[in-house]
């Protein structure tokens, strides 16, 4: 098997999902590893949006999951299991999450995007698709690990149309 170099425009499609600035962006692959050892730190007001889009009650979901910075605080951690997100799910043999919060999720989850650049990127592809990325932002791997990575990527975009 020979290696195979793509640059990330080639690689989607002819920008299909590039942003229109040209970043080394991917749309998320949901390998979830962005969600491993991160503290989350988070709001009243968006500790108490989970709450209620979970159907919790306030107190519930404080002794479940969060843990408050100290006393009076207004702002809360996230808990963590077993060094993750306690509301990551993981799918499919692991290599795909579920957000259980996803839409109302806390603000600094949804202002993280993916990039070619990012470590934790880097390391879910290199983990779950056995692929790496240049320091030129381009995907290298086989061409069989690259199409089946770039399908599972168009299934992820069909299954987010549909829904």
């Not at 990330?8 to 991917?26: N, S, T, V, Y």
């Not at 995907?139 to 599972?152: A, M, N, P």
């Amino acid at each position: 098997m020979h290696m195979v170099e793509m640059t990330a425009e080639r690689q989607l499609q002819g920008g299909e999902w590039l942003h229109g600035h040209g970043d080394p962006f991917i749309p998320c692959f949901r390998c979830g590893l962005c969600c491993i050892g991160h503290r989350i730190r988070l709001s009243l007001v968006e500790a108490r949006r989970i709450a209620d889009g979970l159907g919790i009650a306030w107190r519930e979901f404080e002794d479940r999951y969060v843990e408050p910075l100290g006393p009076g605080a207004d702002s809360f951690f996230l808990r963590q299991d077993r060094g993750k997100c306690v509301f990551l799910e993981h799918e499919l043999g692991g290599y795909k999450t579920t957000c259980l919060v996803h839409p109302f999720k806390p603000s600094s989850c949804r202002e993280w995007t993916p990039s070619l650049f990012r470590r934790e990127c880097q390391a879910g592809l290199a983990k779950y698709w056995g692929l790496t990325v240049a320091p030129s932002g381009q995907v290298q791997g086989s061409e069989e690990k690259l199409r089946d990575f770039y399908c599972f990527l168009r299934s992820l975009v069909s299954e987010q149309g549909s829904a």
